[in-house]
């Protein structure tokens, strides 16, 4: 497996989950974060560059899960860690209005499946080229 196999699917699920995390965080639930965050007494984060890190490192991640389980393991086993284990986190802070988690978890669950199956689909294919 050279490198441009290896770099393929992981440039493309970090564009993937990029798209997705500014869609879901920055567009469509950024007024529910801001206002959760000021409930925790903090500014929402805007800095893209740190978005652009994160995100990265997740399609990294996914890349190693999509190579040792199937699609919908790794996209569920990446869930509960990257996602589950944040919300987590933020709760013990402040509990989430539930109607937010409502809109968020699907999406973020959502999010982790595309993006399982998108890397998978491309390394076949780097693959196979």
Not at 38 to 56: E, F, I, N, R
Not at 91 to 110: D, K, V
Request: hydrophobic fraction near 55%; charge should be negative; include cysteine.
């Amino acid at each position: 497996m050279g490198l441009k196999s290896s770099l393929t699917p992981i440039i493309a699920g970090w564009v993937w989950i990029s798209g997705c995390e500014y869609g879901i965080n920055q567009v469509w639930l950024k007024s529910q974060w801001e206002e959760y965050y000021s409930t925790l007494g903090m500014s929402y984060p805007d800095d893209m560059m740190k978005w652009a890190v994160w995100c990265l490192v997740f399609a990294l991640a996914m890349r190693m899960l999509v190579s040792r389980f199937n699609v919908l393991a790794a996209g569920i086993v990446s869930w509960v860690f990257v996602v589950g284990l944040s919300l987590l986190a933020l709760w013990n802070h402040a509990p989430m209005p539930m109607e937010m988690f409502q809109l968020y978890g699907p999406a973020s669950f959502a999010e982790t499946l595309s993006a399982a199956l998108l890397i998978a689909m491309v390394a076949g294919i780097a693959e196979s080229i």
